[in-house]
């Protein structure tokens, strides 16, 4: 089990393994500061279901916002 403190992963691997990949491509979406309505409209989805991969990222990263998301992905080095 993880600590509070540690952000999670699959076997010593990526904690971005944990993601779908529209997941994937939200988060990348959320860093580059795109509003959830111009989201869905790039990538053929509703707003509503970017909001629900938005906080599925946020839950499964265990973090609190754009800021902190957009910040550990930098530190991770994730490519689109």
């Known amino acids: ?6 952000h999670p992963n699959i076997s010593g691997g990526s904690p971005f ?9 939200v988060m990348l979406c959320v860093t580059q500061g795109m509003p959830n309505k111009l989201i869905g409209d790039n990538l053929g989805i509703s707003q509503r279901t970017v909001e629900i991969h938005r906080a599925n990222v946020f839950r499964k990263l265990r973090l ?8 550990y992905v930098w530190q991770h080095r994730v490519d689109a």
């Open 17 to 25: 393994a944990l993601l779908t990949r529209r997941e994937h491509d």
């Open 1 to 6: 089990m993880t600590q509070p403190d540690q």
């Open 64 to 71: 609190r916002n754009a800021v902190e998301l957009t910040n």
